[in-house]
C-alpha cells in the first residue's frame, strides 16, 4: 500500500481565524527536513481586521511562508520589511538566531482581505544549525512551472521533474504547488525521499487509496497521483535526517542544551530586535505537550 500513513490536521482557532496544524503530530513528528506544517484559514477578515504577529524568535530552523490569497508583512531582525504576495516565497534561515513580526499589511487591513496560505518550517542539518541568520524573498515570477499532460507544478523548494527551484537549502527537499486536472495522474518519485501529499481541494487517490482533503497523506516506494475532481494539493518532503529534532515553541534543535539555551537568552532579551517594533511574544513557561509552542499569527 502506497500511502503508509495519514495524518489528519488539528483546527486551532486563533480568534477568528483558522489554523489546521499537520505537522508535527503524535502520530510523526517530521517529513523529510520538515518539522512543521500548518495550513493558515481560508478567512475573511473584515475591514480594520487582520493578523498580528508580534515579535518572536527562531533558531536551528528555516520558516516558509506560501501563500493562496492575501498578504502579509514581514519584518525582521536583519532589518528586512517586505510584503508576501500570493504565489511568491518568504524564506528565513534563523540559524543561530532571528526575530521577526508578521502583520497584515496596511492596504489590505483597511479594505478587508480573504486569507489563506502554509506556513511551513525546515530543520536546519546540524552542520548549518548555527548559521548566521538570513531572509530571502522569491517573487512568484522567478519559481520554475513545470506543465505535464493535465498537471501544473510550482517548484518552491529543491528539484523536481527536471526544474530547479531558486530557493538553496543545504539538504535534499522537494516542496511544489500542484495543480492536477480532472482524470490526470502525477508520477510520486521515490528517489525524491519521504514524500507527503496535502490535498487543498479536490478529490483524488494514490493507487487507489483516496486522499481528504486537509490531511497529509505519507507516500512510500513509487506511487501514481490520480485526480477524480480538479485538484489542488501540496507535494512536500526530502531526505530525513539522521538526528532527531527537539522542538519547543519556536525553537528546533538536535540538543536539548541549545533548546535551553535559546530560552534563556529570550527571557534576557538577549535576542537582536526587530528595528522599529517594542513588542514582544514571552516565552511560554508551561508547554503543552507533545505539541510546539507557536504564537502565530
Do not use: K, M
Given at each position: 500500500m502506497p500511502i503508509i500513513q495519514t495524518i489528519t490536521g488539528r483546527s486551532r482557532?486563533?480568534?477568528?481565524?483558522?489554523v489546521s496544524r499537520v505537522l508535527p503530530a503524535p502520530a510523526r513528528r517530521t517529513l523529510g527536513p520538515f518539522?512543521?506544517?500548518d495550513e493558515m484559514g481560508p478567512a475573511d477578515f473584515p475591514a480594520g481586521?487582520?493578523?498580528?504577529?508580534?515579535?518572536?524568535?527562531?533558531?536551528?530552523?528555516?520558516?516558509?511562508?506560501?501563500?493562496?490569497?492575501g498578504g502579509l508583512t514581514h519584518r525582521d531582525s536583519l532589518g528586512t520589511v517586505i510584503d508576501i504576495a500570493p504565489g511568491a516565497v518568504n524564506w528565513m534561515t534563523a540559524g543561530r538566531g532571528i526575530t521577526h513580526s508578521e502583520r497584515s499589511p496596511t492596504a489590505l487591513r483597511e479594505a478587508g482581505h480573504h486569507m489563506h496560505g502554509i506556513q511551513s518550517w525546515v530543520a536546519l542539518p546540524v552542520a548549518h544549525a548555527e548559521d548566521a541568520p538570513a531572509f530571502v524573498h522569491h517573487p512568484a515570477d522567478t519559481l520554475p512551472v513545470v506543465g505535464l499532460p493535465g498537471a501544473r507544478l510550482t517548484i518552491i523548494a529543491g528539484t523536481m521533474f527536471g526544474a530547479t527551484s531558486p530557493v538553496r537549502f543545504p539538504h535534499p527537499i522537494i516542496y511544489a504547488e500542484l495543480?492536477?486536472?480532472a482524470g490526470a495522474s502525477l508520477a510520486l518519485d521515490p528517489a525524491w525521499g519521504e514524500i507527503g501529499v496535502y490535498p487543498i481541494t479536490g478529490a483524488a487517490h494514490v493507487d487507489g487509496s483516496a486522499l481528504t482533503p486537509g490531511s497529509l497523506a505519507v507516500v512510500e516506494g513509487a506511487a501514481?497521483?490520480?485526480?477524480?475532481?480538479?485538484?489542488h494539493a501540496m507535494i512536500l518532503g526530502g531526505a530525513p535526517f539522521a538526528e532527531p529534532r527537539i522542538?519547543?515553541?519556536?525553537f528546533v534543535s538536535h540538543s536539548r542544551d541549545r533548546i535551553?539555551?535559546?530560552?534563556?537568552?529570550?527571557?534576557?532579551?538577549?535576542?537582536p530586535q526587530v528595528p522599529g517594533e517594542t513588542e514582544?511574544?514571552?516565552?511560554?513557561?508551561t508547554p503543552p505537550k507533545p505539541q510546539p509552542r507557536v504564537d502565530y499569527p
Open positions: 482557532d486563533l480568534g477568528g481565524f483558522s518539522v512543521f506544517f481586521q487582520g493578523i498580528d504577529v508580534r515579535p518572536h524568535p527562531h533558531i536551528g530552523l528555516a520558516t516558509v511562508t506560501y501563500l493562496f490569497a495543480h492536477l486536472r501514481t497521483l490520480t485526480a477524480n475532481t480538479p485538484l522542538i519547543e515553541w519556536n535551553t539555551q535559546a530560552e534563556t537568552d529570550w527571557r534576557a532579551g538577549d535576542f514582544f511574544i514571552p516565552l511560554p513557561e
